[in-house]
């Protein structure tokens, strides 16, 4: 999740690059592993650009200031492929004498295969970067037409994956193409002067007036106008509209808060970190892999290490792991295992989960797993933190910076890599079920849209928050990868609303637990699919009638066409049916938007509750 900005207008006062970097402070939140900006100028493409914050550039920009200009694209980037290096930064260049500047939010899929074409006809790379291929495509398409719009319709036909891109060229000043395909690009429209941005973020300083782009669009802005076209070359229409909110509110994408915007991202979080885990056999690929497959397929038992919200995508990736690969998965709590006397040997994969990678507790596990000869592999967030560096392999999610202390969106993507780490396993050791993985990713491809369905369904959740703002304990429960979703639904009460909230395995009430349950407790229930086996459904129904015989308020989770759960349920919370392994991602949506909204009505902060820090850097 990267931001990006463009502009064209008058060439007064270095306007272009002030507008620019100004939407770079205000998009910083998208991502900071680097920015960097390109201007037409007199002269030709003038650019700079550095790792590390917007501040970084900024210093570059004063110590070697560039010209002015009336055309301008910025970027401020979150790393996905290449690390985040000076070399890696946005923009890229393309076409003869590198006369395009090209920058981009998104993955491109098939850029390796792409690049294979280019380097065979002598192209010569810069970066390990997806971008850079697109640049030398549109380069080079705007040496043989001349046009910039005409090159990047010609250059999107062939390109897979999600991606927005911006692009401007010295024998094109005055123009600024950008394109968009299942990533965002709003257009600004001023006077005189029209902008681009990833979203209003980017102008709202200069502009309320917005237009919506379709899927699949091309906008080619001038100081004077704009023009839409579809992918397929007929010219199409934006919306119109007025952008309402303040400058802060904006970067929240209209959200009161940063934790319901990250809810509402979740779909993105789970399709971007499904993006381009396939290779051009259809074969699973991790991200960056310093370890041989022999390695891997010696590997005879897995230990997840993680805190907190990962530890629970971790105890998903044990039921999914261990189903699809057929390996022994155990999970620790990285603090727990470090300084407990851990069974790991170099038959041993450790699996390290953490969204900021660094947290100090994971960190110290897989160091201490390292040095026990254990083969490790991180699934992160981040790149180029410190928990990846450390690890022989990572898998990154693609959730973007997760701002509220509390997680929501990291969490999924967790999850989502977690299957696909089991499923490239299961595939690596060729098990019973490595011919299924094709078929589950197609699964997978079908939850960011179940998700943004469930997301429309959330008043009734919102209202039973409202309702329950008195509430002082709430149980949660579920069954085989229902549970720790129990336990992660009573994390977030926990953690946003300060009310006692505990998750249990619902087989487990039954050994003390239920002791809790007196007239009116309101107790969370997550019932598995009905095609689950082992009639885990029917057990789960059973649990419901005990508590609710006991006078439980039964607040029941299930997929749509579940009838058997009515009678005994209190509340019934529809989720969209999904495999039973997938459930998970959607389960959890209205724990996390029941305890956001009872953090509200309590009149809490939701995004940095009391005595969190975001990122625990300390053991
Ligand atoms: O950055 P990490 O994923 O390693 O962080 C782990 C936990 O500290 C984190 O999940 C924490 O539990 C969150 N506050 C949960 O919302």
């Given amino acids: 999740m990267c931001g990006i900005v463009g502009y064209v207008g008058p060439n007064v006062d270095e306007k272009a690059l002030t507008v620019v970097m100004e939407g770079l402070a205000r998009l910083e939140y998208r991502g900071y592993d680097s920015a960097g900006v390109a201007l037409v100028t007199e002269d030709g493409i003038e650019a700079e650009k550095r790792a590390g914050k917007l501040e970084n550039l900024r210093s570059a920009l004063d110590a070697h200031p560039l010209d002015g200009s009336r055309t301008a694209i910025g970027h401020t980037r979150w790393a996905t492929h290449g690390g985040p290096t000076d070399g890696n930064a946005?923009?890229?260049?393309?076409?003869?004498?590198?006369?395009?500047?090209?920058?981009?939010?998104?993955?491109?899929?098939?850029?390796?295969s792409l690049k294979k074409g280019l380097l065979a006809a002598g192209a010569q790379f810069q970066s390990e970067t997806d971008t850079e291929v697109a640049a030398k495509l549109v380069g080079a398409e705007f040496d043989k037409t001349g046009d910039l719009t005409t090159a990047m319709l010609n250059v999107v036909q062939q390109l897979e994956g999600a991606f927005t891109l911006l692009a401007i060229h010295a024998d094109q000043p005055g123009v600024v193409v950008g394109a968009r395909r299942n990533s965002p690009l709003?257009?600004?429209?001023?006077?005189?002067?029209?902008?681009?941005?990833?979203?209003?973020?980017?102008?709202?300083?200069?502009?309320?007036?917005?237009?919506?782009?379709?899927?699949?669009?091309?906008?080619?802005?001038?100081?004077?106008?704009?023009?839409?076209?579809?992918?397929?070359?007929?010219?199409?229409?934006?919306?119109?509209?007025?952008?309402?909110?303040?400058?802060?509110?904006?970067?929240?994408?209209?959200?009161?808060?940063f934790m319901e915007k990250e809810i509402n991202d979740q779909p993105h979080a789970v399709a971007d970190t499904l993006l381009g885990r396939t290779d051009e056999s259809g074969a699973l690929v991790l991200?960056?892999?310093?370890?041989?497959?022999?390695?891997?397929?010696?590997?005879?038992?897995?230990?997840?290490?993680?805190?907190?919200?990962?530890?629970?995508?971790?105890?998903?990736?044990?039921?999914?792991?261990?189903?699809?690969?057929?390996?022994?998965?155990e999970v620790a709590l990285a603090h727990e295992f470090r300084y407990a006397d851990p069974v790991v040997d170099e038959r041993t994969l450790v699996v390290s989960i953490s969204q900021s990678g660094e947290t100090m507790d994971t960190l110290m596990a897989v160091k201490h797993a390292r040095e026990l000869g254990a083969v490790t592999v991180s699934i992160c967030n981040t790149h180029g933190s410190t928990i990846p560096r450390e690890s022989d392999a990572v898998l990154y999610t693609h959730a973007g910076p997760e701002i509220a202390v509390a997680s929501t969106k990291a969490f999924l993507a967790q999850i989502t890599a977690a299957y696909i780490l089991g499923l490239y396993l299961a595939q690596l050791r060729g098990g019973s079920y490595a011919e299924d993985a094709q078929a589950v990713m197609r699964d997978l491809a079908d939850m960011p849209a179940k998700i943004q369905d469930l997301l429309g369904r959330m008043d009734r959740v919102k209202e039973m928050a409202e309702f329950m703002a008195d509430t002082r304990s709430v149980l949660f429960l579920g069954r085989n990868v229902g549970y720790p979703v129990a336990m992660e639904g009573a994390l977030k009460l926990k953690e946003l609303a300060y009310i006692h909230a505990?998750?249990?395995?619902?087989?487990?009430l039954k050994h003390g637990p239920i002791a809790?349950?007196?007239?009116?407790?309101?107790?969370?229930?997550?019932?598995?699919?009905?095609?689950?086996?082992?009639?885990?459904?029917?057990?789960?129904?059973?649990?419901?009638?005990?508590?609710?015989?006991?006078?439980?308020?039964?607040?029941?989770?299930?997929?749509?066409?579940?009838?058997?759960?009515?009678?005994?349920?209190?509340?019934?919370?529809?989720?969209?049916?999904?495999?039973?392994?997938?459930?998970?991602?959607?389960a959890i949506v209205p724990l996390q938007v029941f305890a956001l909204q009872l953090s509200t009505a309590k009149g809490l902060d939701v995004d940095q509750p009391r005595n969190l820090a975001k990122s625990v850097t300390v053991e």
């Fill in 502 to 508: 505990e998750g249990f395995a619902a087989g487990e």
């Fill in 186 to 257: 709003v257009v600004g429209l001023g006077d005189g002067e029209n902008f681009l941005g990833s979203d209003v973020a980017a102008f709202i300083g200069y502009t309320r007036q917005a237009l919506e782009l379709g899927q699949d669009q091309i906008v080619t802005i001038t100081p004077d106008g704009y023009s839409v076209m579809g992918f397929d070359g007929r010219p199409a229409e934006g919306t119109h509209y007025e952008v309402t909110w303040d400058a802060a509110a904006a970067e929240r994408g209209g959200y009161a808060t």
């Fill in 516 to 586: 809790l349950i007196d007239a009116g407790q309101p107790v969370f229930v997550i019932v598995p699919s009905p095609d689950t086996p082992h009639d885990l459904h029917k057990k789960v129904v059973s649990n419901i009638q005990e508590i609710r015989a006991r006078g439980a308020r039964t607040l029941v989770i299930a997929h749509d066409g579940d009838e058997d759960v009515e009678p005994f349920a209190s509340e019934v919370i529809r989720i969209p049916a999904c495999p039973p392994m997938l459930a998970p991602l959607l």
């Fill in 287 to 329: 991200d960056e892999v310093r370890i041989s497959e022999e390695q891997l397929r010696a590997v005879d038992k897995i230990t997840v290490v993680a805190c907190g919200t990962a530890a629970y995508a971790g105890m998903v990736a044990k039921y999914a792991i261990e189903h699809w690969a057929r390996i022994p998965v």
């Fill in 90 to 112: 946005h923009p890229h260049r393309g076409g003869q004498d590198d006369k395009l500047a090209l920058i981009h939010n998104g993955i491109i899929e098939n850029f390796h």
